[in-house]
């Protein structure tokens, strides 16, 4: 993934997280890792607040099938990053998030992250269609995402 093009304004949804002590490893930055949390909290943050998505009794479950990260900057405490997340691409039953993880004020991110998402029926297992209520609430960002 490449950072050039990826401003601020081709993401949607914010989520700001205030980095931890705890996040920084020994070389003095938040630790490669923990960007993949910022990702996994940002999306289930948005699913949660904008799809009204209930894991404990939703009868389909996004499992996260495929992930990546591209770091361009380190970061360090104390900072508030701001995860925008748009859709990349969007399946019958699956769903490519992008997220910008964005340090404080900065137009061009510090680290850029995906992961697929494929929806299951939780008693089964099996893929099933994306709930229309999820659908309806990712439409939106995939107009974001532009190319």
Same mark, same amino acid.
């Given at each position: 993934?490449?950072?050039?093009?990826?401003?601020?304004?081709?993401?949607?949804?914010?989520?700001?997280?205030?980095?931890?002590?705890?996040?920084?490893?020994?070389?003095?930055?938040?630790?490669?890792?923990?960007?993949?949390?910022?990702?996994?909290?940002?999306?289930?943050?948005?699913? #949660?607040?904008?799809?009204?998505? $209930?894991?404990?009794?939703? *009868? +389909?479950? @996004?499992?996260? %099938?495929?992930?990546?990260?591209?770091?361009?900057?380190?970061?360090?405490?104390?900072?508030?990053?701001?995860?925008?997340?748009?859709?990349?691409?969007?399946?019958?039953?699956?769903?490519?998030?992008? #997220?910008?993880?964005?340090?404080? $004020?900065?137009?061009?991110? *510090? +680290?850029? @992250?995906?992961? %697929?998402?494929?929806?299951?029926?939780?008693?089964?297992?099996?893929?099933?269609?994306?709930?229309?209520?999820?659908?309806?609430?990712?439409?939106?960002?995939?107009?974001?995402?532009?190319?």
């Amino acid at each position: 993934m490449a950072r050039d093009n990826e401003t601020r304004d081709r993401f949607g949804a914010f989520l700001p997280i205030q980095t931890r002590w705890a996040d920084m490893d020994s070389y003095g930055h938040v630790n490669n890792m923990v960007f993949y949390s910022y990702i996994d909290t940002a999306v289930t943050a948005f699913l #949660v607040r904008e799809a009204g998505h $209930d894991k404990d009794i939703a *009868a +389909a479950i @996004g499992l996260v %099938v495929e992930s990546g990260c591209s770091y361009f900057e380190p970061v360090a405490f104390p900072a508030v990053i701001h995860c925008g997340v748009r859709v990349a691409k969007l399946g019958r039953s699956s769903v490519r998030y992008e #997220v910008g993880m964005f340090v404080d $004020d900065a137009t061009l991110p *510090a +680290a850029l @992250g995906f992961f %697929v998402h494929v929806f299951v029926e939780r008693a089964s297992g099996r893929p099933m269609p994306m709930p229309d209520r999820i659908r309806a609430a990712l439409a939106p960002l995939q107009l974001i995402c532009g190319d």
